[in-house]
């Protein structure tokens, strides 16, 4: 199999708890020991619920924390260990898109100097050629060209978000995370910022890890994904798949608890007792047997490793 | 259906640096005796400040009751006395579930002070007039027990586990999931006729919200508490509502059981805001344009900016409630058959 | 410019920092024009004995001094001396404290603690004391008083550009900047410094008074540039012999010190509430 373009292998983050005094008393285990390929060209989902570490997981990739331990390969080169100069330039393909991509704007530069600044800090290209670029960003992401000498408070909420968005894609990235992209918005609003996301996915040919709590968002959006709980993939495998038959218990739980509209009421049926364990203080063995229905003794002592079962890779002994 | 609650034709503004905006623009919406009605629209439609309105909880200055009714069991809130209101009720016949559990409570008492305080207050023991009048003023021991005994209760009832130890841990001492479960607990309390819950499980996780929904709707349906429960997520409204209102920029467009909300919208509006929820096999389809600025609404019915069926009626006209169906009323020219 | 247009127009708006404004630019209005506007300029640096200790009238608007000079045009000229010191003292203190507070907010560990740790060492010590301890030890001079001024009052900068630069950096804008790949030096000069110029603007116009007083305090002991050069403080000290009979004499610097500190304290206070609405405000809409 060729490289895939982005593969992490067994990446953890911790980060330490302190006490009152600066002593360290324990380690948050955010994320522990995640292994995962991207491919060029698709849209992996990360689901999970907060707490769960797919932030973490995003951010360590994007180099905002560094890996405890583990690699992130991208293209092939190690990328968590580099120099801070060399990590920086790895920043022009490889992106990440906040929450909001409006509030990522400056609040005193104007449009135009914004989308500028990413092919100054990246390329050599003159101001024409610049001008040149922006302006094809800008028609791609279905603005006027007048908006280059707008402040964003002087724009819309949605405009804020594809000058946002605008100004990742200036600099051509290969991938491109996405962390909780629809989180607050509402379902009209919703539609359209994603039909943008997959209209900017074909034209630069992107490739999209998308952080999601938002079953349903996910479904719509991405053909392969990995379901995470308490810094672990507990399972991974095609959308349609998963969504149809999902093995792991958690998973089963997680897309039970999705509202169906026109069906049954699904909360009828539900059956998942209590909340999910405190990461500060993560279960031994199977890090879901404290919630699950199918918990042996086994599961106590022994973490279940991801194995292949169909098609899907689910971490579970008695899936 | 007994009309518990009746809005009629409410009218509010709120003050704004560019001058008055129009939020509620003649809303009307019922709620039956032990029915669940959900309130759905987009942010900014004016749900909250419907519920707000309800509750008379407006805030001073800011908001202008222009015209309306508020009818709570055959009396008109907004013309009653106020003291009449506050003590008969506010926190007593109607109760409020917030959206953000973390903050409703104060960080630095236990639970228990917290909801004995409510019960000193808002008990359905204490007959009216007999309460404390002072905030200084003394709670009376025989109620004190018997009140403490329904709190214990309706703890175990809202699944909370060991509540007399739970009682005395403070607010932060407990999850998200488990705060709204006191939220839930403290509604309950004084016996309302009415819960107002706005956006109760917006915060939280999907399956903890399934388990809130579920313990909810069993627990009002049980004791017979109407339910008024305002959110932007369709699939929410699905789970928990009996009959759903939607609303848009301030006007309500359709009103229907949930059956014939999800299964036979009439309304152009409804009709695209369902369509808009991303299905299984991944189409996507938004409602171009935005929502209008509530300062210089558009006149007529407000949707028609960005409606197909549009005529110059809708332009000038706010269309009259039609009755489609027993209990499905919508307010367009032009209703689309199904 | 139409920000400043903007903040010009507001400021014309509140009437306390009009005020202030209107005195700010008397005081730059009679220290430019000092030669133009004074009746007697030479009197500056001349002696006229016969006319000592004159009250205010037609000839000496007012008064004399112990030397026979005149009153009104020294304190012209005292202008030009005030806004020296503080222009130039202000400016220093910008120089260092700005950069010292961008690196210890932008860093996080020993070399931002450290950074701190100093600037508070200077704030535990009154700055009139600590100003005084370093003219006495350089001697009186003009360049002594502002060295004094500028090693003192940095650190107020310092102070609130650290905290303004930490509040930043959680912004998202901040970050996603980062996460572009711009440069610590890109990041903190063109981003973190154009959205905390508000607080550091405000900050500087009451430092010209706070530094305009200090300055004042010293000539008054005596530190300050030595005579004959018509510094205010200095006046003030002069007159002390002469009091309570030349009233004038004290009065016309005091008066002078007086109002171009509350001029300077005004206007920061003006500006302070032009700036942060504007931003606060701003927050809001996009919240709605």
């Known amino acids: 199999m060729s490289a895939a373009l982005l593969e992490l292998v067994d990446l953890t983050r911790h980060f330490p708890l302190r006490n009152a005094f600066g002593r360290r008393v324990g380690w948050l285990r955010a994320v522990d020991g995640v292994s995962l390929r991207v491919e060029g060209g698709e849209t992996l989902g990360l689901v999970g619920e907060s707490g769960c570490g797919k932030s973490t997981l995003g951010k360590t990739v994007m180099g905002i924390y560094s890996p405890t331990a583990g690699e992130i390969r991208f293209e092939g080169r190690e990328i968590g260990r580099l120099e801070r100069r060399e990590r920086r330039a790895v920043a022009r393909h490889l992106q990440y898109v906040y929450q909001d991509p409006g509030a990522s704007l400056d609040p005193r530069w104007k449009v135009g100097p914004l989308l500028h600044e990413p092919l100054k800090i990246h390329t050599a290209l003159s101001r024409a050629e610049r001008d040149r670029e922006v302006r094809a960003i800008l028609a791609a992401v279905g603005l006027p060209d007048a908006h280059v000498d707008l402040y964003p408070h002087e724009l819309s909420g949605g405009q804020q978000r594809r000058v946002g968005l605008a100004r990742i894609l200036t600099l051509r990235p290969r991938l491109v995370i996405l962390d909780e992209p629809t989180s607050g918005l509402d379902v009209s609003v919703q539609a359209s910022v994603l039909k943008l996301f997959r209209t900017l996915q074909s034209t630069f040919a992107l490739t999209y890890v998308f952080i999601s709590h938002d079953l349903s968002v996910v479904r719509a959006m991405c053909a392969r994904i990995a379901v995470m709980y308490l810094g672990r993939i507990v399972e991974l495998g095609a959308t349609a798949q998963v969504f149809e038959k999902p093995r792991h218990p958690y998973t089963q739980s997680l897309l039970a608890a999705v509202p169906r509209i026109g069906g049954r009421r699904v909360t009828q049926d539900f059956a998942l007792e209590g909340e999910p364990p405190n990461p500060r203080d993560i279960p031994s063995g199977c890090r879901f047997r404290t919630r699950c229905p199918l918990a042996q003794s086994r599961c106590e002592t022994e973490e279940p490793v991801l194995r292949a079962v169909d098609g899907q890779t689910v971490a579970c002994h008695y899936a | 259906m007994a009309e518990l609650l009746a809005v009629r034709d409410l009218r509010v503004d709120f003050a704004t640096d560019r001058g008055p905006a129009q939020v509620l623009d003649g809303i009307n919406v019922e709620v039956g005796a032990g029915e669940v009605v959900g309130l759905v629209g987009e942010s900014g439609c004016g749900k909250t400040t419907l519920a707000r309105a309800i509750l008379g909880i407006l805030p001073e200055g800011a908001a202008r009751i222009r015209g309306g009714a508020v009818h709570f069991k055959g009396r008109d809130l907004l013309h009653e006395n106020p003291a009449v209101v506050n003590d008969r009720v506010r926190g007593r016949a109607i109760t409020f579930i917030p959206q953000d559990p973390f903050t409703s409570f104060s960080p630095v008492f236990p639970v228990e002070t917290q909801i004995m305080d409510l019960m000193k207050w808002k008990s359905p023991r204490a007959a009216e007039g007999a309460r404390p009048a002072a905030l200084g003023g003394r709670y009376p021991r025989e109620r004190y027990r018997a009140d403490r005994e329904a709190v214990l209760d309706t703890l175990r009832a809202v699944q909370i586990p060991e509540p007399a130890r739970a009682l005395r841990r403070l607010p932060h001492e407990f999850s998200g999931g488990q705060r709204q479960r006191l939220m839930i607990a403290m509604a309950l309390l004084p016996r309302p006729d009415l819960i107002i819950a706005d956006e109760p499980t917006t915060a939280l996780d999907v399956t903890i919200q399934a388990q809130i929904l579920k313990l909810l709707r069993a627990l009002v349906k049980e004791r017979g508490v109407s339910v008024l429960f305002t959110t932007h997520d369709l699939g929410t409204a699905h789970e928990i509502c009996d009959r759903v209102v939607v609303m848009y920029a301030g006007q309500e467009m359709e009103a229907a059981p949930t059956d014939a909300f999800f299964g036979r919208p009439a309304h152009p509006y409804t009709r695209r805001l369902l369509a808009s929820v991303p299905g299984p096999g991944g189409e996507l389809r938004d409602i171009p344009g935005e929502v209008p600025s509530l300062v210089a609404p558009p006149a007529g019915c407000r949707f028609h900016p960005r409606c197909d069926h549009a005529t110059p009626e809708c332009r000038e006209l706010r269309p009259a409630p039609r009755m489609l169906a027993r209990e499905h009323g919508v307010r367009c020219h032009h209703p689309v058959e199904s | ?288």
């Open chain 3, 1 to 288: 410019m139409t920000a400043a247009w903007f903040v010009l127009t507001r400021l014309a708006r509140d009437r306390s920092a009009l005020i202030g404004l209107v005195l700010i630019a008397l005081l730059v209005v009679c220290a430019v024009l000092a030669p133009v506007l004074s009746t007697h300029p030479d009197d500056v640096f001349e002696l006229h004995p016969a006319e000592r200790l004159q009250a205010p009238s037609g000839a000496h608007w007012l008064g004399t001094d112990r030397m026979g000079s005149d009153m009104y045009s020294r304190l012209l000229f005292g202008a030009r001396i005030t806004i020296v010191i503080g222009l130039i003292a202000v400016g220093a203190s910008l120089a260092i404290g700005v950069p010292i507070g961008l690196v210890a907010g932008y860093y996080h560990g020993w070399l931002s603690d450290a950074l701190m740790r100093v600037s508070d060492i200077f704030l535990a010590v009154p700055q009139v004391v600590l100003a005084i301890a370093i003219a006495q030890t350089l001697g009186p001079s003009l360049p002594n008083v502002i060295l004094a001024l500028s090693v003192t009052y940095w650190p107020w900068f310092a102070r609130v550009v650290y905290a303004e630069t930490r509040a930043l950096q959680k912004e998202i804008f901040v970050e996603s900047t980062a996460a572009l790949g711009a440069s610590p030096w890109r990041l903190t000069v063109l981003h973190v410094l154009p959205n905390i110029a508000s607080p550091i603007i405000v900050r500087a116009s009451i430092g010209m008074g706070f530094t305009i007083l200090t300055a004042a305090a010293l000539g008054f002991l005596g530190l300050g540039p030595p005579p004959p050069t018509p510094e205010w403080g200095r006046t003030i000290a002069e007159s002390r012999e002469f009091l309570p009979d030349a009233w004038w004499y004290a009065m016309a610097p005091g008066l002078a010190i007086f109002l171009t500190v509350m001029g300077f304290n005004l206007l920061g206070d003006g500006l302070r509430d032009v700036l942060d609405p504007r931003l606060r405000r701003r927050r809001t809409i996009r919240d709605g």
